[in-house]
């Protein structure tokens, strides 16, 4: 088993930044291929990054390259989405996910282990 617990979510101005923050344990975290997902209200889920065990591979959402970093912290059990030129259409409960899987993987079914979740608002 995995828990996650994100933080850092909250309000911003468009044009601002936030770093969501996901602190993982139960498991070997550098094991784990680790992804942010978002939802917005009357949508499904998607995919907005993931990163690779080791922190050397990363993989974005085209709706977010560019603006986001995703980042880990192997010591720490920490994965990070630093948030940057915010758009109002990024306003959404942001998930931590975490997958078993050795590979980048991009699908909700993929991931395993789900955190509750972060808002995020983008005010215009």
């Known amino acids: 088993q995995v828990q996650l617990v994100e933080s850092g979510g909250g309000l911003v101005q468009a044009g601002g930044s936030l770093r969501l923050s996901c602190v993982a344990s139960?498991?070997?975290?550098?094991?784990?291929?680790m992804g942010w997902f978002r939802q917005a209200p009357g949508k499904e889920r998607e995919f907005v990054a993931t990163i690779s065990w080791s922190g050397g591979t990363t993989y974005y959402a085209d709706s977010v390259k560019g603006r986001s970093t995703i980042s880990r912290d192997n010591a720490k059990n920490t994965q990070y989405l630093q948030m940057n030129s915010l758009k109002p259409e990024d306003t959404a409960v942001y998930y931590c996910?975490?997958?078993?899987?050795?590979?980048?993987?991009?699908?909700?079914?993929?991931?395993?282990?789900w955190g509750q979740g972060t808002q995020v608002t983008v005010s215009s």
């Open positions: 139960g498991r070997t975290f550098s094991r784990l291929t």
């Open positions: 996910a975490a997958s078993t899987s050795s590979v980048l993987v991009t699908t909700p079914k993929q991931y395993a282990y």
